[in-house]
Every structure is written in C-alpha cells, then in structure tokens.
C-alpha cells in the first residue's frame, strides 16, 4: 500500500489480453450507446433545450453501434437481446428528436439492422 490516497482508491488494472471479447464488444456497446443518448439529448430534463444535443453526432454513433452489434451477435449470448433492444431506443429517439425524420429503413444504423418502427 501506499500513503497516496489517490492510489488506494483506484481499482486493479485488468491486463486487456485477459478481458474476454464479449466483455470487451459489450463495454463499446454500452459506451457508444451512452454517447448517443447524450447527443440526443435524453440525459438532460427538457431533451430539446440540451447543451449537449447533436443529432449529426448520435447518428455516426448510433450507425457504429448498429455495425457493432449486428457483426457482434453470434458472439453476444445473453447480452444480445439487451443490446438490440437499446440501439432500437435510441433509433426511435432519434427518430423523435428529428425535425425531419427519415423513412423507417433510412435512419441511423437501419441498413445493418433493417427498418426501425
């Protein structure tokens, strides 16, 4: 131990060769889904008003998300289901916080997932 206080706190450092790919592919997922939601807005209490809305930017990482997930779900198990069925939320609320929004089928991530309703 030491007297550095900073340091006691801090959580063991995980070699990254020993996280296993599902956890990895899992933790973008959930970070990617984070960041979209933020940029659409859904953190803050009036969504159309957020200092941090940016609708171009949820949708390049809304469009990852639906890559990662959808070349991903052989491999996802368990946390397939879960996974799916946020990027479908966020598709929807992007949908919604859309001036103009795109058909089904012509928004962010539907040409790896298909048309979102």
Known sequence: MTDDPRIEDQAPVRELA???????????AVMLMSA????????????????????DEARRLITALAGLVTASLEYL????????DGLKSLQLA????????????HGPGEKYTGPVW
């Open 18 to 28: 020993e996280i296993p790919a599902v956890e990895v592919i899992t933790r973008s």
């Open 77 to 84: 198990g368990p946390h397939a289901g879960p996974l799916r």
């Open 36 to 55: 979209a939601a933020e940029k659409i807005g859904l953190s803050a209490e009036d969504p159309d008003n957020s200092p941090h809305r940016d609708l």
């Open 94 to 105: 992007f949908r919604e916080a859309s001036v103009d929004p795109e058909e089904p089928g």
